[in-house]
Antibody, heavy 118, light 110 residues
Framework: QVQLVQSGAEVKKPGASLMVSCKAS????????MHWVRQAPGQGLEWMGR????????NYAEKFQGRITLTRDSSTSTDYMELSSLRSEDTAFYYC???????????WGQGTLVTVSS | QSALTQPASVSGSPGQSITISCTGT?????????VSWYQHHPGKAPKLMIY???NRPSGVSNRFSGSKSGNTASLTISGLQAEDEADYYC??????????FGGGTKLTVL
């Protein structure tokens, strides 16, 4: 069965960088795009970006342009989301979500809580 | 890209039906039939309930249905059950090759 397992919770200082991983199993990794979505405390879901199956192409939400980098390692079926210049407003749960071939998110990781605090 | 507009909360009694609206623009909801809906219980991963406006993934109850008219999509849940109590989010692909979510709707089963 499809599983997306994310790395554990992190605490970061303002200005630092963050990397969250998402290890996929149960399907052909190189056939699917992967998205990243976050949810700040008391807020809704927010789309951050997407990486294509080969890892050679990305789309980012305008809000995160210049601060976000999505990469993937096909040898380990793992996606990575790096966010730089962290600020307190980046405190959130971060999710990876597989693109279901129909412009939707059909499987989600369990979420990674990131706290940005001095 | 502004979030799609959803009511903050809706409620209904067991057995009743409720509808959650999701209003966007001609650049997102109105542009494509790529609206999807997600159920989110706090602390858990969101679950895909409806995709391509009206389609249900395998395993999702037929009590859940979707529709769209112009720039507004809707999710209807019939025969409300206690387990349906959750947050619901709509999402749409956009003309800018990005995705946008709604602000979320908290469903309370009375």
């Amino acid at each position: 069965q499809v599983q997306l397992v994310q790395s554990g919770a992190e605490v970061k200082k303002p200005g630092a960088s963050l990397m969250v991983s998402c290890k996929a199993s149960g399907y052909t990794f190189t056939s699917y795009y992967m998205h990243w979505v976050r949810q700040a405390p008391g807020q809704g879901l927010e789309w951050m970006g997407r990486i294509n199956p080969s890892g050679a192409g990305t789309n980012y939400a305008e809000k995160f342009q210049g601060r976000i980098t999505l990469t993937r390692d096909s040898s380990t079926s793992t996606d990575y989301m790096e966010l730089s210049s962290l600020r307190s407003e980046d405190t959130a749960f971060y999710y990876c979500a597989r693109d279901g071939h129909n412009y939707n998110f059909d499987y989600w990781g369990q979420g990674t809580l990131v706290t940005v605090s001095s | 890209q502004s979030a799609l507009t959803q009511p903050a909360s809706v409620s209904g009694s067991p057995g009743q039906s409720i509808t959650i609206s999701c209003t966007g623009t001609s650049s997102d909801v109105g542009a494509y039939n790529y609206v999807s809906w997600y159920q989110h219980h706090p602390g858990k991963a969101p679950k895909l309930m409806i995709y391509d406006v009206t389609n249900r993934p395998s395993g999702v109850s037929n009590r859940f249905s979707g529709s769209k008219s112009g720039n507004t999509a809707s999710l209807t849940i019939s025969g409300l059950q206690a387990e349906d109590e959750a947050d619901y989010y709509c999402s749409s692909y956009t003309r800018r090759f990005t995705w946008v979510f709604g602000g979320g709707t908290k469903l309370t089963v009375l």
